[in-house]
């Protein structure tokens, strides 16, 4: 009978633990769509930060002129 | 999990910060330098000389080419991240208490101390990414905190909003353009100041953390509370994992406020919670006063922590962090896994 009690309220911890989990994910999901919907409407890249990025590796090497240099 | 001891810091530190690829991490502390680290060796790669006063704050742009830095001498500056170079000071009427840049890097904000004839502030500076550019003098904007001052603040996905955190324990929401209040909600409990606020990689929610001893994940739109974690010690710092669904909180009583000895003496440890089902999974002890601040890696490797007893220890996760997972998360996973061969 204990066994029960004890296996019962295990069951009720992680089904309590399922459902914080799904309605984390799910709110992360609208979230996610909402922004990248308002980034589209704002004609703004999907990461901001990839572009700039971009942009300063051009300007280090522009042409496409990697310059390696190997350091022992 | 061995961690890297960063001794280069002659007195408490106040804030850390990793750079975007979390190849570097910038240290401020009250000895009035700034630090400069490679976050895999722990190797100083230099200092940035200027300040006449405790560093209070400091952030970095997302390309690593400009740091911001704000000080008890009442100025915010402004530094060329690879020669040390101070680019730009800025003068305030009182101590700058924190800095941040937004998204892609074209605005620092800075909050400004309340002192007797001076309300505390939050100011917008507008910034060029750019080492060789003239930065302008004026600031943008000036939100006035005219109910309780500012300790914290920073900027939303977007830029859309101005998250600040307040003395009394309240979080307000402004316009990020035009610097009008939105919101201000009691979040934290009633005059126990907010003493961090960092956001999630994407900006859409934050993490702050209080005196009250509690840490809450907030969301940018409608400040919605959705997690509160309940520590044992007021905390001065919290911050969001990146790769694993963990916060990290740090803080621990000061030994002038410390009464009565605790069992657990001090308590001057990380705090790891599940960042979904606020249970606390582990702690990790190494300082030998509270931490002041806590930063994770951006790339989700490890993390920083900075005590009031100068060091800033830097930990790599090993394979049992990677590994640790609930077993519904499991769950999920294999679910979701299945879901994509088939």
Known sequence: EDAERISSADVAVVQHRRRLLEEFYAWRAVVEEELAEERAALGLPADPVAELLKAKTAEIAPQGEVQEQVIE | ?342
């Open chain 2, 1 to 342: 999990m061995r961690p890297i001891l960063l001794a280069g810091h002659e007195r408490a530190l106040t804030q850390i910060k990793y750079n975007r690829e979390g190849d570097l991490i910038f240290s401020v502390s009250k000895d009035q330098q700034i630090c400069v680290w490679f976050a895999h060796n722990g190797e100083r790669l230099g200092t940035y000389r200027g300040h006449q006063g405790a560093i209070w704050t400091i952030d970095v742009d997302p390309t690593t080419t400009i740091l911001a830095s704000g000080s008890a001498d009442n100025t915010i500056r402004l530094w060329d991240v690879k020669t040390g170079k101070c680019l730009k000071t800025w003068d305030f009427p009182t101590a700058v208490k924190r800095v941040e840049f937004n998204e892609d890097g074209t605005k620092l904000l800075g909050v400004t101390e309340k002192r007797m004839g001076h309300l505390g502030t939050i100011v917008v500076l507008d910034v060029k990414v750019d080492v060789e550019a003239e930065q302008a003098d004026e600031k943008a904007m000036t939100i006035v905190c005219e109910e309780s001052k500012a300790t914290v603040a920073g900027w939303s996905y977007l830029s859309k909003y101005i998250i600040a955190g307040h003395e009394d324990g309240s979080v307000s929401q402004y316009d990020g353009k035009t610097g009008d209040l939105i919101y201000n909600i009691p979040i934290h409990e009633l005059n126990q100041p907010i003493t961090d606020l960092q956001w999630a990689p994407d900006r859409t929610y934050f993490i702050t953390s209080s005196k009250d001893k509690t840490a809450k994940l907030i969301t940018a739109k409608d400040l919605e509370v959705l997690k509160t974690y309940t520590a044992d010690t007021p905390l001065n710092s919290a911050t969001i994992t990146p790769k694993k669904d963990f916060v990290i909180l740090g803080g621990g009583q000061a030994a002038m406020d410390v009464t009565t000895t605790a069992a657990r003496q001090g308590k001057f440890e990380a705090r790891f919670y599940h960042k979904i089902f606020e249970d606390e999974i582990g702690r990790v002890r190494g300082h030998f006063g509270p931490l002041n601040t806590v930063a994770a890696d951006p790339t989700g490797k490890g993390y920083a922590s900075g005590g009031e007893d100068g060091y800033v220890r830097v930990h790599h996760f090993d394979k049992g962090y990677f590994d640790f997972m609930y077993e519904v998360e499991r769950e999920r996973q294999n679910r979701l896994a299945a879901a994509a061969s088939a």
